[in-house]
Structure formats: C-alpha cells, structure tokens
C-alpha cells in the first residue's frame, strides 16, 4: 500500500490563486507538516500570513492541496485533502490537515474521508471549536452526516475551491443526536466520570478510550499504535447519530499515523493495541479487518477493562 507522498512531491512548488511558494518554501512547509503531525499552531500561521501577506483564511485555503498529498489511495487513486481551522483552548486559531485512507482488498466502507481525518485530527488534539473546514472537493453525503453530529454543526463555514456553505445547505433536513435523545455532541460530549478496572493498562491509552465519544454503544475505546522510531500514535471511537459515518478507534489512529507521512509496514509498527469497554466490545473485527489489508504487521492485541 502508498504512503503519504511526501517523497515523491519534494521537488514541486506550491502555487495556486490563493497563495505563492517556491519549491524550498514549500519543502520547507511540508518537513514541518510531517514533524507536526498535520498540525500548524498559531504562530506558524501567522509567521506564514506575514511572510506570504495573505490573511489566515486566504492561507487555509491555498494549503488545501498540501493536504491532499496526505492521501493514501490505493483503490481510487482520488486524492482528497481538507483543513480544519480551530480555536483551541487559549482561543488561537490552529490548523489541523486531513486526507483521505483506502484499504487494498477491504470494504469501501471502511475508508477514512478527508473531512473525518481533518475533524479527527483537531479533536484528538485538543481543539475546542470548529470555525472552518476548507476542503479540495464537495464533501459527500457521508462526511456531511459526520460532520452534522459537531457542536459547531450549525455555525461552521465549509469553504470549496470556488463556493462557500453552511452545513445546512448542504444536509437540508438532517437527522443528528437530539433525533436519538442525545444532547450531547462530537466536542461537547457528555463527561466522562468513570475510570477503567484494570491493573497495568498505558495511561494515555486509557485516557483517549475514556475521551472516546460513544453516546450510542457506550464502548470508550481506543488504539495505539507504536512505532520503532517515530513514537507512538492514539486514536479514539467517534460514533455518530447516523451509525455508518463513525469513525473507529483504529481508522482514527491510521489518519494520523499517515499525517506523520509514514510507511505502515513491519519495518515502521512496532506494536498496535486496542482497548475496549468490557460488555460494550463492537471493535475487534472492523479492526482486524482493515489490518488485513496489510502484511507481517505485528498481531493487534485487544484488551477489554471494566469501567468503574
């Protein structure tokens, strides 16, 4: 299976009507992109904003084609990017890129969009609220589902190439949370009181399992996947009203693994474990299957703790 194209886009420059670099200048973006995760923080934005004298919104959306470079797209060869800009919890506006993931041989079903990886990427990362999502093409009616379980589903803007819209105009009648009894929402969720019973589990595997947003099969869940050299890398359930347009705890850890531009290979993966929710299990099988798609990985371990 393809990586993320750093390597093979090294020698290009980026330029398109809303920003200009030249090839050093976007090499240099797209090392800093790979070391930060998908990640550009408010001073990096504003640094970029003087340097290129363009505002932050004329900036997020001339780095969507970078996003798009992220894609990992062995079945449609599509390449998807989008970029959510975020306030986090001082209030600065960050930048969270997302892409695309397919898997050889697997159902489509179990494909990371562009829209979810940018969302999942700003939520795993601590950003509060959603102001923007630039993306390189009309989101379908599967990411506008997901992105209609957001605190911030009616206020966001979502910015294409060419047009601007509200989520409403685009899921007129939309069925969400409240239509389940739900209250709450992906980024306002509903507090977490509880704590796992189980002796020896990771700490921070743990916190983004209790972190997870499960408001519908109660299975706080969530994976880690360790590396031999590049460190580790969490993913947390993110369930949404709608059923099929959740995003598994696994499929949440593979988007950004790949934002770090790496190879998912026995060379790279060191270890990948989940953990559920004992009596609420729902995640062994989708997760094995996407891991099939892949060879001489190292097996998933799955551990199942009781919450207290």
Not at 24 to 36: F, G, I, V
Not at 82 to 102: H, M, P
Request: net charge negative; glycine share 6%.
């Amino acid at each position: 299976m393809a990586s993320a194209t750093f390597t093979v886009q090294q020698d290009t420059a980026l330029t398109n009507s809303h920003i200009t670099l030249n090839v050093a200048q976007t090499a240099s973006l797209r090392s800093q992109l790979k070391s930060q995760r998908g990640i550009l923080n408010s001073s990096n934005i504003k640094a970029l904003c003087a340097q290129l004298n363009v505002s932050d919104d004329a900036l997020l959306q001339g780095l969507v084609p970078l996003a798009s470079e992220y894609a990992v797209a062995p079945v449609s060869d599509f390449h998807v990017g989008a970029i959510v800009k975020a306030l986090d919890e001082n209030g600065e506006v960050n930048f969270y890129f997302g892409a695309n993931v397919e898997f050889d041989h697997q159902a489509l079903s179990l494909v990371v969009h562009a829209e979810q990886s940018a969302i999942n990427n700003a939520w795993l990362n601590g950003a509060k609220k959603i102001v923007k999502i630039a993306i390189s093409d009309a989101p379908c009616g599967y990411c506008r589902q997901f992105m209609n379980e957001l605190a911030d589903a009616k206020e966001f803007d979502i910015l294409l190439p060419d047009q601007q819209f509200k989520l409403a105009e685009l899921l007129p009648h939309s069925f969400g949370p409240t239509d389940l009894g739900n209250e709450f929402s992906l980024f306002n969720p509903k507090p977490q009181q509880g704590n796992f019973s189980l002796d020896g589990l990771d700490e921070t595997l743990a916190r983004f399992a209790l972190n997870a947003y499960v408001p519908y099969s109660q299975n706080f869940s969530a994976v880690k996947i360790s590396t031999f050299s590049d460190g580790d890398f969490y993913g947390s359930y993110a369930e949404n009203a709608a059923y099929s347009p959740s995003l598994s705890p696994l499929q949440s850890a593979l988007s950004q693994f790949f934002l770090a531009g790496l190879s998912f290979n026995e060379s790279t993966v060191k270890s990948i474990t989940l953990l559920e929710t004992a009596g609420h299990e729902n995640q062994a099988g989708v997760a094995r299957a996407v891991l099939a798609s892949f060879k001489n990985l190292p097996a998933i371990e799955v551990i199942s703790a009781p919450l207290k």
